[in-house]
T-cell receptor, first 114, second 109 residues
């Protein structure tokens, strides 16, 4: 099992450019999440998807859109990148066994917006 | 609204010394708390959850509802404990976790 995979690992964008961050998991999890990690801010939830076909806003959704393409894949799109979106982005999926809340994280995408 | 506070950005201890990483939470319902850890060049991963009352890698954490705290403790720090530690709160019935800002633990020889 590869677990949670993310592409790309690194990306540099110019202000106003768009891009999509890809995430996939092979653990048959229903729930998937996108976080951003910034120094001094910890991890903040951008969007999440409790199941295929559903998405909900998290704490910091402005400037982002998501697509839950199927059970495996959950993508994050920046339509018009801004320097404030410079961050490390993590995708995660949640094990749905009983009442457990283990989230499994991807390796992250380091995004710089100039 | 729920909130998780980790007051220390950086905690530096000597090898063999006791470690305590502080975590306080604010939540009106029945909380479920977790510690996640990120070692250098590795993924963020679950360390322990309060509901399991387990000890992982020598670390323990007790939920104190009176003080709204969930501090992470280890009696003797090891060099391999150096990492970023995040406290997280699951709000009852929800699918989401609220993370604290993290504490970087550095264990010095």
């Amino acid at each position: 099992n590869a677990g949670v995979t993310q592409t790309p690992k690194f990306q540099v964008l110019k202000t106003g450019q768009s891009m999509t961050l890809q995430c996939a998991q092979d653990m048959n999890h229903n729930s998937m999440y996108w976080y951003r990690q910034d120094p001094g801010m910890g991890l903040r939830l951008i969007y999440y998807s409790a199941s295929e076909g559903t998405t909900d806003k998290g704490e910091v959704p402005n400037g982002y859109n998501v697509s839950r393409l199927n059970k495996r894949e959950f993508s994050l799109r920046l339509e018009s990148a801004a320097p404030s979106q410079t961050s490390v982005y993590f995708c995660a999926s949640r094990e749905d066994r009983g009442n457990t809340d283990t989230q499994y994280f991807g390796p992250g995408t380091r995004l710089t917006v100039l | 609204a729920q909130r998780v506070t980790q007051p220390e950005k950086l905690l530096s201890v000597f090898k063999g010394a006791p470690v305590e990483l502080k975590c306080n939470y604010s939540y009106s319902g029945s909380p479920e708390l977790f510690w996640y850890v990120q070692y250098s060049r590795q993924r963020l991963q679950l360390l322990l959850r309060h509901i399991s009352r387990e000890s992982i890698k020598g670390f323990t954490a007790d939920l104190n509802k009176g003080e709204t705290s969930f501090h992470l403790k280890k009696p003797f720090a090891q060099e391999e404990d150096s990492a970023m530690y995040y406290c997280a709160l699951r709000t009852g019935g929800g699918n989401k976790l609220t993370f604290g800002t993290g504490t970087q633990l550095k264990v010095e020889l």
